[in-house]
């Protein structure tokens, strides 16, 4: 079976990592010719509204997903006249516009966060009035990574963003003060069925994801039931199949839905070496038909992302279960150029391996301060 990923990058390249011991072949698609994945598979170089080049890449193929969400939902619909696409193209449009997920949510009986859609100058005086200060403004589509936010704390944020305000489509949000945020990974079969993995507590610097802790600390039961509740509505509402990420805020101890990625997800990189079958393995489970992977924890794990500079890998490795995950990409400020998994029995040995790590991971925003107490609680 070859399968088509729409997306080059290193999401890409660990499916297809995850798909080769199960005979899987792959053929990615992707505008840059630096992409990770040409190291290990075939590949387009083409735009994904290059109509022609899609008709080319589809040939041949048993079906397509995406490891990227903000491929042109056009895109998605074109390949689909030729070639199954998983997750459908329905689920790629609802995820790609914050105002439609915040919609979905309500429209599900999700709890969210308040929220204004607005256009204008004009509109945020009056939607900051409706919601109150703090807030947070959003661009609807092609925000990541804290890209296209503004965090509107008082009169005087308000009046400078009017400045320089966005043009773009906008939404508003009403500031969440929560406890921590935490995140599920779903996956669905192509018959239905499902599976999730245990809620992970994520930790962030700049917009940017830098640990994620699985299982999260202190994991009761009941929030668990909570976030599969919310997830399964998601995934029967668009008919889903593969794996989807839900990210929430826990607030007084309800969960909050913020956002929706229709694939694998950052905060489940720790599922290869830490759960039974990892996100990667499962999604092409779920995409190809086949049965589903167990999505049971082997212990605990942590995942630090590596942002713009490598460690010393050799110093890394000599701590007992560390695994090292390098992406090919040069270094730069702000790019995910790789990750660390972290794994142990239990979280008093984690807290321990997490301290063993180099000077390299001691640094602030790697989020070590508050892993290690959160951990060992």
């Known amino acids: 079976m070859t399968i088509g990923i729409l997306g080059g990058g290193q999401l890409g390249y660990m499916l297809a990592l995850a798909g080769y011991p199960l005979d899987f072949h792959f053929r990615f698609l992707d505008p840059s010719p630096q992409a990770p994945v040409g190291r290990i598979a075939p590949r387009v170089t083409a735009e994904y509204t290059d109509y022609e080049a899609l008709d080319r890449f589809a040939h041949g193929l048993a079906l397509v997903t995406y490891e990227f969400e903000n491929?042109?939902?056009?895109?998605?619909?074109?390949?689909?006249?030729?070639?199954?696409?998983?997750?459908?193209?329905?689920?790629?449009?609802?995820?790609?516009?914050?105002?439609?997920?915040?919609?979905?949510?309500?429209?599900?009986?999700?709890?969210?966060?308040?929220?204004?859609?607005?256009?204008?100058?004009?509109?945020?005086?009056?939607?900051?009035?409706?919601l109150g200060l703090p807030c947070v403004l959003k661009t609807r589509r092609l925000g990541y990574d804290g890209k296209g936010q503004w965090v509107?704390?008082?009169?005087?944020?308000?009046?400078?963003?009017?400045?320089?305000?966005?043009?773009?489509?906008?939404?508003?949000?009403?500031?969440?003060?929560?406890?921590?945020?935490?995140?599920?990974?779903?996956?669905?079969?192509?018959?239905?069925?499902?599976?999730?993995?245990?809620?992970?507590?994520?930790?962030?610097?700049?917009?940017?994801?830098?640990?994620?802790?699985?299982?999260?600390?202190?994991?009761?039961?009941?929030?668990?039931?909570e976030a599969e509740n919310a997830a399964r509505r998601i995934l029967e509402a668009l008919d889903y199949v593969g794996v989807l990420a839900v990210e929430l805020f826990e607030s007084r101890g309800r969960l909050l839905a913020n956002e929706i990625a229709p694939r694998v997800h950052n905060s489940g990189h720790w599922s290869i070496?830490?759960?039974?079958?990892?996100?990667?393995?499962?999604?092409?489970?779920?995409?190809?038909?086949?049965?589903?992977?167990?999505?049971?924890?082997?212990?605990?794990?942590?995942m630090l992302n590596l942002i713009g500079e490598l460690p010393e890998a050799a110093e890394l490795l000599a701590i007992p279960d560390a695994h090292l995950h390098l992406y090919g990409k040069s270094p730069r400020p702000g790019r995910k150029v790789g990750h660390v998994t972290v794994r142990a029995d239990s979280s008093e040995q984690l807290a321990l391996r997490l301290k063993q790590l180099p000077a390299f991971f001691q640094r602030e925003e790697f989020c070590l301060p508050v892993q290690t107490s959160s951990v060992a609680k």
């Open 273 to 302: 070496e830490g759960a039974v079958a990892s996100q990667f393995q499962n999604h092409l489970r779920a995409v190809a038909g086949l049965p589903l992977g167990a999505t049971r924890t082997l212990g605990h794990s942590a």
């Open 152 to 225: 509107l704390r008082t009169p005087e944020d308000v009046a400078a963003l009017n400045r320089d305000f966005p043009a773009a489509p906008l939404i508003l949000e009403k500031f969440v003060s929560f406890e921590r945020e935490l995140s599920i990974l779903a996956v669905r079969g192509r018959k239905g069925e499902t599976a999730f993995y245990p809620l992970v507590e994520n930790h962030h610097r700049g917009g940017i994801l830098r640990l994620s802790l699985a299982p999260a600390p202190q994991l009761s039961l009941g929030l668990q039931h």
């Open 71 to 130: 491929v042109p939902v056009e895109a998605a619909r074109h390949l689909a006249k030729h070639v199954p696409v998983y997750p459908p193209p329905e689920a790629l449009e609802a995820a790609q516009d914050r105002l439609e997920e915040k919609t979905l949510f309500r429209k599900l009986r999700i709890p969210t966060t308040e929220f204004v859609a607005l256009s204008s100058a004009a509109e945020l005086a009056a939607a900051v009035q409706t």
